[in-house]
Structure formats: structure tokens, C-alpha cells
């Protein structure tokens, strides 16, 4: 017990001598659901760094929890659809899956997946944040900054893209779409990934397909060098991700 104590003692000197504790009040997401059926969020912290809340929880129609962020933290928030999981947690979803368990634990979702990004700053420096449909979309997802200062722009995806995804680009479970592939998925060619001759800005133009994303929503990346209008920059925010934001 002694030792125990001792121990406490060192640790609490430690944080305030090397002022650890301002490392505590990171950047909070808070992440909501209102969409009229249960998502599962997928979250994947970048650079091997630590999982925030085990990278996966169920979060049901009008629930909310809050996920803690470091400084620094570099990583993608996506939700996950249709998903059925067990008592242990294991199981799979229709659209986002990430492995077999409710928690992602440093694997990604798979597309077509709508995507929050986001490169929190050090110290008071720029957060980076985006919502990306580079790698397809499956639910309607808003960035709503809190707090702040700089451009802080609210962004995303509120338009659900199901409803007018072109056929070659659905996919259907039963009889309705569950999500919209990129053309880089649905046809793999360099034109629509951007890739070999077409590996840069000026080799690389809007296509037909990602004009249809970029129209439902235009404060969304729609394919690989859509930069100049799709990324956006905050200071000392916190950031809620809505889930169907105008229901
Ligand atoms: C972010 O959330 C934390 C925890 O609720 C709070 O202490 C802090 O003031 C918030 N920051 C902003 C900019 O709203």
C-alpha cells in the first residue's frame, strides 16, 4: 500500500511538473445519430497511434457520446450500417465493415464509405478537417464545428446520395441502395482514381461521376484533387459529426 501511495505521489508530480495535464483537454468530437435507424461509428486513428473508444461502438437513433482527442491526432470517423453483432461483439456490417467486431481497433472501413477527416493542430496550431466521398458514400454526415476561431466552416455530405446514385455505382441490399460506389471503385481505370498518366491535378478533372457528388454536395471531396474547395481549417475547435443531420 505504501508503495502504492508512493507511486501516486510520483505520477502526480510528474504531470505537474511536465504539464501534462493541458494534454487531458484534447479536442472532443461528439458524435450523434440522428437517423432514424442505428449506425455503428468506425473511427481509425492514423500513424499506429492509440484507438479513441476501441475505434467501434453502436450508437442508436437520437444517442450521442463524446470521444476525446489528443493533439495531434491524426485519423477518420465513418458510420457503419446494417450491422449485426452478437453478445461478444462479433459480427459484420453491410456497408463500412471493418473486420468482424463492433470495435475496429486500427482496421478501416470498407467503401463505399462517407468519411470525416480530420489533422488536429499542436498547441492552438490549425485543425485540418474534411468530409470525403473519395472513397464512396453511404450515409449523410455533417462537420459542425463548436467554438473555435479562424474560417470554421460547418461541411459535409447532407444530401443523401443514395437516392440519386446512377446504377452502375449502387449497391443494393434487397431492394433498396445501401451506398454509392466512387467510379475509382466501381471501374478501377486511372482516369477515375487519378492514377499513372492521370496522377495529378492537371491531368486529373472532375469527371461526369464525381460532378454528381460534388452537386448533392459541394462541401464534400468528390474524388482525389478536389482540395480547393473540400478542405477546411479550424482553431481550438470541437467538433460535433452528425449522422442524417436534417432529419
Ligand atoms: C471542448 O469541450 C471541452 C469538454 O467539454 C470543453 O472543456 C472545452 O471548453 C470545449 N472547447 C470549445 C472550444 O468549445
Known amino acids: 500500500m505504501a508503495n502504492f501511495s508512493g ?35 468506425g473511427i481509425l486513428t492514423g500513424d499506429n497511434g492509440v484507438q479513441l473508444n476501441g475505434g467501434g461502438f453502436a450508437l442508436n437513433t437520437g444517442a450521442s457520446v463524446d470521444v476525446a482527442a489528443p493533439a495531434g491526432w491524426s485519423g477518420r470517423i465513418w458510420g ?22 463492433v470495435q475496429c ?43 473555435g476561431s479562424g474560417d470554421c466552416q460547418n461541411v459535409g455530405c447532407i444530401s443523401d446520395l443514395n437516392k440519386i446514385c446512377p ?39 472532375p469527371t461526369d461521376y464525381s460532378r454528381i457528388f460534388k452537386t448533392a454536395c459541394p462541401k464534400a471531396y468528390s474524388y482525389a484533387y478536389d482540395d480547393a474547395t473540400s478542405t477546411f481549417t479550424c482553431a481550438n475547435a470541437n467538433y460535433s459529426i452528425i449522422f442524417c443531420p436534417t432529419i
Open 105 to 147: 481497433s486500427g482496421a478501416g472501413g470498407a467503401p463505399p464509405a462517407t468519411l470525416a477527416e480530420f489533422t488536429i493542430g499542436h498547441g492552438g496550431a490549425m485543425d485540418f478537417y474534411d468530409v470525403s466521398l473519395v472513397d464512396g458514400y453511404n450515409v449523410q454526415m455533417e462537420i459542425k464545428t463548436q467554438g
Open 7 to 41: 507511486l501516486h505521489i510520483l505520477f502526480f508530480s510528474f504531470i505537474i511538473a511536465t504539464g501534462a495535464l493541458s494534454v487531458v483537454s484534447g479536442t472532443v468530437f461528439t458524435i450523434v445519430n440522428r437517423c432514424n435507424f442505428p449506425v455503428w461509428p
Open 80 to 101: 457503419r450500417t446494417g450491422c449485426n453483432f452478437d453478445a461478444f461483439g462479433t459480427g459484420s456490417c453491410l456497408t463500412g465493415n471493418c473486420g468482424n467486431k
Open 167 to 205: 446504377n452502375e455505382l449502387s449497391v443494393h441490399n434487397g431492394g433498396s441502395v445501401v451506398a454509392c460506389k466512387s467510379a475509382c471503385e466501381a471501374f478501377g481505370s486511372p482516369q477515375y482514381c487519378c492514377t499513372g498518366a492521370f496522377n495529378k491535378p492537371e491531368t486529373c478533372p
